[in-house]
């Protein structure tokens, strides 16, 4: 961008916060495995459909960080995904009365359907406008959505979506065994955004956000590599907001209104920016500091969240994950080079 | 016919407001690089700035239309120096997270202060009654409204264009490592150009007043739309904001009448078939890579 006032070598950008250290393979199976601990703990010491938040919100993190983090777009329109699988999922559960998981992975089928459109015409811009532009879609969803009322129910919402699961009962009624009815699907999307990552896809994605041009240069269709990664993360959002729906058993017009892009977006800088990983530290955070503030009977969220996105971008632009990262790594040097020395 | 007119004024009035703020969000964007995600707030904090002013030290519309950009233009100052400042010289898009961040705090503690229902506020006097025009019934209010922030555009045109201070502005804009060459201090002018971009998205707040419901979330909506007009006509390009905001007025204001339910919807098809064809807007510049 021409536009820069600081002399800037090299500008910081929001994918160079990512950190460019790879885990050791012992280390990260290791926290794999903590990880999954800590998710099927959770319900045990947090009220269930609290921790199924923490983890829909953690999931549709990750699909903003595979844009964000990987591939050096902010998409700041990530509701319409999350809330399209929202609805459509609640209309096959309360229309056709399927189990809850087809209903999931149907919405976020149909997410996937919108952002071939959406993501075609946002990629023919970047940066800044590309963030602008899938904004603005969004809120066009938002409108039609509040259009649709015979569809939607308008500003009511979509009430009364069942938790249908092949008739098992404890899972359709009680909290706790529904969270762990619907974690397979989280880790199912969470597991996509792995597979993205780690692929030569992904590897593509990485050279299109450090240098487009020289990606284009050798070849790579940068337009059909970002549309499709679009895609594959609108149907994470997807799978994220129908689980979301399900769990609260409603959909409203607040899965679609661009406030709800923005906590995801705040969630995801907070966990850290191309870690993957942040995403649900983020979630875990936001979620639980809102439920706090709701039961302490606080109005006001958005003077907290407000205050945290500021500081985040102003002091820790890394996030939880890239800041506690390089913590860590600093620990070790200090620890190493002392050791040499007493050696 | 008369129906036809009657709505192309308040598409004016209307494409007034989207003008004047999108004018300020170019000119922020042009000379820092900055899309000033809070600009919806500052409109919503000049709106709440006139009715608070009327009721706590019985400011009039005109007192209002004069002291709420002033005091919007020291809160622009402060904003840039003490949080977008440092932000300057990385991605834009950290600087859109940090007044988004802003955009919550600022709507929340207006919320907390003045509650969620809308604020009192008159039409201004002298403007109350309606203005007969050969058979046409026109609101006297929009007819200032529209004409007002006509010449509000066309005086910070002549500002940019036939002042030496517009001049380094323009040239900041275009290039500001070249004008930094010729030895223009371009920092020098980033903190009033802030406070200037802010202070005329409060000039349509206090505008738009007397005939919007003043409500901590007014802004919420209206920032999504300016930016749906700087898209649509070029970021950056200060004739762009102009032409698309008043564009964008008509077209909601066609369609309130024409097509009520599909108002909103319109313009962001306009938006996106001039991404299909221009993507980088009516009177924008193609981006580099």
Known sequence: MSAQLTDTTRVETAASAAPDRKLNPFVRAGLLVLALLVVLALPWYIYPPVAMDILAWGLFAISVDLLLGFTGLLSFGHAAFWGTSAYVTGLIAIRLGLPFPVAVLGGALVAMLLAIPTGYLAVRRTGIYFAMVTLAFAQMLFFLANQARDITGGENGLQGIPKSFFGIELVETDPFYFYYAALPLILLGAFAAWRTVSSPFGRVLLAIRDNPARARALGYDVERYKIMVFVISAGIAGLAGGVFSVSHGFASLQELIWQTSGKVVLITVLGGIGTLWGGPLGAAVVVLLEDQLASSGFNGIGIITGTIFVLIVLLFRKGIWGTGADLIARLRASRTSSGRRDA | ?289
Request: hydrophobic share 60%; net charge neutral; proline share 3%.
């Open chain 2, 1 to 289: 016919m008369s129906a036809f007119i009657q709505y192309t004024l308040q598409g004016l009035a209307t494409g007034g407001f989207y003008a004047l703020a999108a004018l300020g969000l170019a000119v922020i964007f042009g000379v820092m690089g900055v899309v000033n995600f809070s600009h919806g707030a500052m409109y919503m904090l000049g709106a709440v700035g006139s009715a608070v002013l009327l009721d706590v030290a019985d400011v009039p519309f005109w007192g209002a239309l004069v002291i709420v950009p002033i005091l919007l233009f020291l809160f622009g100052i402060l904003v840039e120096r003490l949080l977008v400042r440092w932000l300057l010289g990385l991605d834009p898009l950290y600087n859109f997270l940090l007044t988004f961040g802003l955009t919550l705090l600022i709507v929340d503690l207006v919320k907390r202060r003045y509650g969620v229902s809308g604020l009192p506020y008159q039409l201004p006097a002298g403007l109350e009654g309606r203005i007969n025009l050969g058979g046409l019934s026109l609101s006297s209010y929009q007819l200032f409204a529209a004409f007002f922030s006509v010449v509000l555009c066309v005086a910070v045109w002549l500002l940019l264009t036939k002042t030496r201070i517009g001049m380094i502005v323009r040239a900041s804009t275009e290039d500001a490592e070249r004008t930094r060459a010729l030895g223009i201090n371009v920092g020098r002018w980033v903190t009033p150009v802030f406070g200037f971009g802010i202070a005329l998205a409060g000039v349509a707040g206090v505008l738009a007043a007397p005939f919007r419901a003043i409500t901590a979330d007014m802004g919420s909506n209206f920032i999504i739309i300016l930016f749906a007009v700087v898209v649509i006509g070029g970021l950056g390009s200060i004739l762009g904001a102009v032409v698309a905001g008043f564009l964008v007025g008509l077209v909601e204001a066609y369609g309130q009448a024409y097509a009520p339910s599909f108002a909103q919807v319109l313009i962001f098809v306009l938006m996106a078939a001039v991404v299909l064809v221009r993507p980088a807007g009516l009177f924008g510049r193609e981006e580099a890579s």
